[in-house]
Nanobody
Framework: QVQLVESGGGLVQPGGSLRLSCAAS????????MGWYRQAPGKQRELVAS???????NYVDSVKGRFTISRDNAKNTVYLQMSSLKPEDTAVYYC?????????WGQGTQVTVSS
């Protein structure tokens, strides 16, 4: 059974930066592609960034050039480095496999970008 715990969110001003972490209970990162998802109020959850077990990455157009996804298999952790944050980035951020295999989402971490 895999558990995923997100952390690193918070309140930041526009243009600021945050680094999110997702700690996995197993070495799942070496087996599956992982993704960061976010859900803003009134919107559906969307895949923001993904990284394969081999290190290939992909991003939704709205965050390209600003967000960077990475992984550390030894620490069973995937990261999302976010810079040049915009109010539109405000959402609850979740991590999970890509594609989603388990319906058991974590609590996520809240990112609020506001002046």
């Amino acid at each position: 059974q895999v558990q995923l715990v997100e952390s690193g969110g918070g309140l930041v001003q526009p243009g600021g930066s945050l680094r999110l972490s997702c700690a996995a209970s197993t070495r799942i990162l070496s087996i599956y592609a992982m993704g960061w998802y976010r859900q803003a109020p009134g919107k559906q959850r969307e895949l923001v960034a993904s990284i394969t077990s081999g290190g290939s990455t992909n991003y939704v157009d709205s965050v390209k050039g600003r967000f960077t996804i990475s992984r550390d298999n030894a620490k069973n952790t995937v990261y999302l480095q976010m810079s040049s944050l915009k109010p539109e980035d405000t959402a609850v951020y979740y991590c999970n496999t890509n594609p989603v295999i388990s319906p058991f989402w974590g609590q996520g971490t809240q990112v609020t970008v506001s002046s």
